[in-house]
């Protein structure tokens, strides 16, 4: 028969194709229905605002992207609010801003008489010099906003040896000035919406390791001689040296605040360090770095001594740190001012070397007295509890050898942990013995079978209840109820593992 349908189409015989194309063509069909969901989700998601005047005429279309939400604002907690935007910062990285941020604090130190000012550090990274605080300012840090320090040293300055040591830590003579600084300061705040003050180390450790340095290396902040110090909400990262460094401060709170930096190959960058301070509150931080996560200080041999502020009434609580190569928290070593009535409570320390350290020696002199560390854990520790008085590191050779600390009065309750090397290692010596210590309600998970796992030397104290691995047989053993049960057998024994 011969076809007379003029070239028409016919629908049984269409409908017999497309069903043959699809079947044939399943995946193809079904990417490209995927990538057309997928284009008219991402329209319909796009917020479209339209620019112009009412009559619409001439208006623009302009597509807001929803993956970036507005930066939340700043609350108002000064009477008088700047943006460092106001004084000519550029948050793009490159832009040094050391003028705005001190044109920004001239700005708010003539406002001390109306309640001071608030400096807003808005989204962005704000490379800069070090630069100063004043008395009655809060600078606030975005979320998404990073303080970042210059990394040439050029630009640091140089300042005198802090009165406590004698010298720069590291080298004789001055000192790099921290990244942000304050001397006799009164009412200061360092808070926000967790933005971050950056140091830039790197070049630093590396340069500190290659001994190309000859000055000691810079906190990340530092206030002196200053008192009603609140440091909240923010991270700290990468300090050249020291990155929070409070001497001889007075009411100081540090709250929420995360510290962090390479736990191996960033030397010295312990997380915070009051330094002959008293009234101190250190709660609710986590803190991951190269040295001591918080170490408690006041001065070094003779100059501590002649300088005598001691660091007191300070509560650590609610901490997680860690420390691969030194301690979680340490009192010491520069203690020469002396350390009283420090509570250390509620803190987890995991994967570090040393949990609680107290370190000193002879020549330090000043005293180490009534501190307490109550449930403390331990997770994978290589020594749960430390106490070394032969850190034998000195300013100079002019340290007084009949200098000895007094360490006396330390107590630890509710100590549990696991994977722990060594649970105590409590070193006193001939004359320097450790006093009134006990321990109460400890079990520690070992990790290592060695015979004496719980480590005493020149020691003088008492265990109270439950306590594991099995003490040491310096200390006297007490019930539950305070009831003596055994006295001590020796004062001055035990093999010791230097190998912690």
Not at 93 to 103: D, I, K, L, P, Y
Not at 443 to 452: E, N
Request: charged share 20%; net charge positive.
């Amino acid at each position: 028969m011969v076809d007379t349908s003029g070239g028409r189409l016919h629908p049984h015989g269409q409908r017999r194709g497309v069903a043959a194309f699809v079947a044939a063509n399943k995946t193809l069909l079904a990417a490209v229905w995927v990538v057309g969901f997928t284009l008219v989700f991402l329209w319909q998601s796009a917020s479209i605002s339209l620019g112009g005047g009412a009559g619409g005429g001439g208006r623009l279309l302009r597509l807001r992207s929803p993956l970036l939400p507005p930066a939340r604002p700043a609350p108002r907690l000064r009477p008088t609010a700047y943006n460092l935007t106001d004084f000519g910062g550029v948050g793009d990285g490159w832009a040094v801003n050391t003028e705005a941020f001190e044109r920004a604090v001239e700005a708010i130190a003539a406002l001390a008489e109306r309640g001071g000012g608030q400096l807003n550090v808005p989204p962005g990274r704000w490379l800069t010099a070090p630069f100063n605080l004043t008395s009655h300012m809060t600078l606030f840090l975005a979320e998404g906003a990073e303080i970042l320090g210059i990394p040439d040293e050029k630009h640091w300055p140089l300042m005198p040896a802090l009165p406590s040591y004698g010298y720069g830590r590291e080298r004789k003579g001055p000192r790099f000035g921290s990244l942000i600084h304050g001397q006799n300061l009164k009412d200061v705040v360092i808070t926000g919406h967790n933005g971050t003050i950056n140091g830039q180390g790197e070049v630093w450790w590396l340069k500190h390791r290659r001994r190309m340095l000859n000055n000691t290396r810079p906190p990340l902040v530092q206030l002196m001689w200053s008192k009603d110090i609140i440091i909240a909400n923010i991270t700290l990262r990468n300090s050249p040296f020291w990155h929070l460094h409070p001497y001889d401060c007075t009411n100081v709170t540090v709250s929420n605040v995360t510290i962090l930096s390479p736990v191996s190959g960033a030397p010295n960058t312990d997380g915070i360090d009051p330094d002959s301070c008293q009234d101190v509150l250190i709660e609710n931080c986590y803190i991951s770095v190269g040295d001591d996560a918080i170490a408690v200080k006041s001065g070094w041999d003779q100059y501590g001594i002649a300088y005598g502020r001691p660091s007191s009434n300070i509560l650590i609580r609610n901490v997680t740190a860690r420390s691969l190569v030194s301690a979680g928290i340490s009192i010491g070593s520069e203690m020469s001012g002396g350390v009283a009535n420090v509570t250390v409570d509620n803190v987890r320390i995991w994967e570090s070397r040393r949990g609680v350290r107290i370190k000193t020696a002879t020549g330090r002199g000043g005293y180490i007295r009534n501190i307490s560390y109550r449930n403390i854990t331990f997770e994978n520790v290589r020594a749960g509890i430390v106490i070394k008085v032969d850190y034998n590191e000195h300013a100079d050779d002019g340290y007084d050898r009949n200098a000895f600390p007094d360490i006396t009065s330390i107590s630890f309750k509710e100590i549990h942990g696991q994977g722990v090397r060594v649970p105590v290692r409590a070193h006193g010596s001939d004359v320097i013995p450790i006093k009134d210590i006990s321990f109460q309600d400890m079990s520690v998970g070992i990790s290592y079978k060695k015979k004496r796992i719980f480590q005493c030397s020149y020691v003088e104290g008492r265990v109270i209840g439950s306590v594991f691995p099995k003490p040491c047989e310096n200390l006297d053993i007490y019930d539950e109820q305070g009831q003596l049960i055994k006295r001590a057998t020796t004062l001055n024994s035990t093999e010791v593992d230097y190998d912690i």
